[in-house]
């Protein structure tokens, strides 16, 4: 069983920066694809970006240049560093975890707010 919690969002101005902490529970973090999705009020829950075991990444277009995806397996923690912030990036934040032969892990959730 896989636990994730995501802190570090909150309320920020336009041009601003946040970062978001996902950290996991369990032993297959190192193994595993781990990313971000969002999700706007009225709106479908999006990717916007993922991490593979080998480090490899992939963003959405709209935060290629302005967001970053790192992770730390010592730490089973993966991060999300956002800068320039735009309005149009409010949304709840959703950490998750994948590896084949395991079910598909969410986080709680952690609200982005940024203002204009």
């Known amino acids: 069983q896989v636990q994730l919690v995501e802190s570090g969002g909150g309320l920020v101005q336009a041009g601003g920066s946040l970062r978001l902490s996902c950290a996991a529970s369990?032993?297959?973090?190192?193994?595993?694809?781990v990313g971000w999705y969002r999700q706007a009020p009225g709106n479908q829950r999006e990717l916007v970006a993922t991490?593979?075991?080998?480090?490899?990444?992939h963003y959405t277009n709209s935060v290629k240049g302005r967001f970053t995806i790192s992770r730390d397996n010592a730490r089973n923690t993966v991060y999300l560093q956002m800068n320039s912030l735009k309005p149009e990036d409010t949304a709840a934040y959703y950490c998750?975890?994948?590896?084949?032969?395991?079910?598909?892990?969410w986080g709680q959730g952690t609200q982005v707010t940024v203002s204009s």
């Open positions: 991490i593979t075991r080998g480090g490899s990444t």
């Open positions: 369990g032993s297959i973090f190192s193994t595993s694809v």
């Open positions: 998750y975890l994948w590896r084949l032969g395991y079910p598909e892990y």
